[in-house]
Nanobody, 120 residues
Framework: QVQFVESGGGLVQPGGSLRLSCAAS????????MVWYRKAPGKERELVAG????????KYADSVKGRFTISRINTKNTVYLQMNSLKSEDTAVYYC?????????????WGKGTQVTVSS
């Protein structure tokens, strides 16, 4: 059974930083790219960042380029999202998943996500 457990969210002031973590299980983590998505109230879930399995190539949404960094540790089955210079528009629930072609989410099963709120 595929499982994703996200953590690290919270309330932060504009300009602040957070580091999200996602522990994955139920599949061969090291064989798949990993992605972070987010969903803000009233909006569709959108891709934030992705990282490939072996080459560690990365992709970022234009809105987060230069501010967010995705990374992974295959021996820990964990993917991270370092978020710096946070803005109010980054407020959302953040989810991870394994990646498919085009960094789409591979699995229909999502975790509970972790809430990020950027507010003064």
């Amino acid at each position: 059974q595929v499982q994703f457990v996200e953590s690290g969210g919270g309330l932060v002031q504009p300009g602040g930083s957070l580091r999200l973590s996602c522990a994955a299980s139920g599949f061969t983590f090291s064989s798949y790219s990993m992605v972070w998505y987010r969903k803000a109230p009233g909006k569709e879930r959108e891709l934030v960042a992705g990282i490939t399995a072996v080459s560690r190539s990365t992709k970022y949404a234009d809105s987060v380029k230069g501010r967010f960094t995705i990374s992974r540790i295959n021996t820990k089955n964990t993917v991270y999202l370092q978020m710096n210079s946070l803005k109010s528009e980054d407020t959302a629930v953040y989810y991870c998943n394994a990646g498919a072609i085009g960094y789409r989410a591979r699995y229909d099963d999502w975790g509970k996500g972790t809430q990020v709120t950027v507010s003064s």
